[in-house]
């Protein structure tokens, strides 16, 4: 009975979602519906067999995330503000933050009227830094990781539970810390 509640449900969210953005799903993929906030004109675009259980929030309208074939996204949050791509094959664990941007502007008067812009339902972007996030195919994110704006996973990299990054990832290289640094290469017989 919970697994046609959830489906019922599901099916409710995505008729929703797909009233204020564009939603493209790839086959055989399970997505938590409920857990995705579209904004006007942006778009979610999911390959097939992919387990995405994350909360997806569009901050504002025009934005895209584009999560390729075969990924796992744990329990997480992708909070987007311009622009978020995952490759194929990825693997993003629980309680993982993605973010492209800076949510608030950094100097004071520009952000004093933030809270009571949020409460009219209203939120000025003009003066908020964002760079897209991309993270390439077999990237394996372990739990706990925070992923700033402009940030590139390279192919096949490790990025450690806990860690922040803050800056590029180059491909299949372990990265560890706060901030996140280089801990080794992965040699191409571990590949």
């Excluded at 074939?69 to 791509?85: D, Q």
Aim: glycine share 8%.
């Amino acid at each position: 009975m919970k697994k046609i509640i959830v489906f019922f449900l599901n099916r409710v969210a995505s008729k929703r979602l797909a009233k204020s953005g564009t939603l493209i799903c790839g086959n055989d993929s399970k997505i938590e519906f409920r857990k995705i906030k579209f904004s006007n004109h942006s778009t979610l675009e999911i390959g097939n067999e992919c387990c995405i259980d994350a909360a997806i929030t569009f901050e504002r309208p025009n934005v895209n995330i584009k999560i390729g074939n075969r990924v796992f996204i744990g329990s997480s949050s992708l909070i987007s503000a311009s622009n978020i791509a995952i490759g194929d094959d990825v693997l993003i664990s629980w309680g993982c933050s993605i973010v492209d941007h800076n949510s608030h502007a950094i100097n004071w008067s520009l952000r004093k009227n933030d809270v009571l812009a949020w409460r009219q339902g209203k939120k000025d972007w003009t003066h908020v830094q964002s760079k897209p996030i991309k993270i390439q195919h077999k990237a394996w994110i372990g739990f706990n990781v925070i992923i700033l704006k402009g940030v590139t996973i390279g192919e096949g990299a490790i990025v450690g539970a806990g860690s922040v990054v803050t800056t590029d990832v180059a491909p299949y290289t372990i990265v560890a810390g706060n901030p996140a640094r280089l801990i080794r290469e992965i040699p191409a017989d571990e590949r």
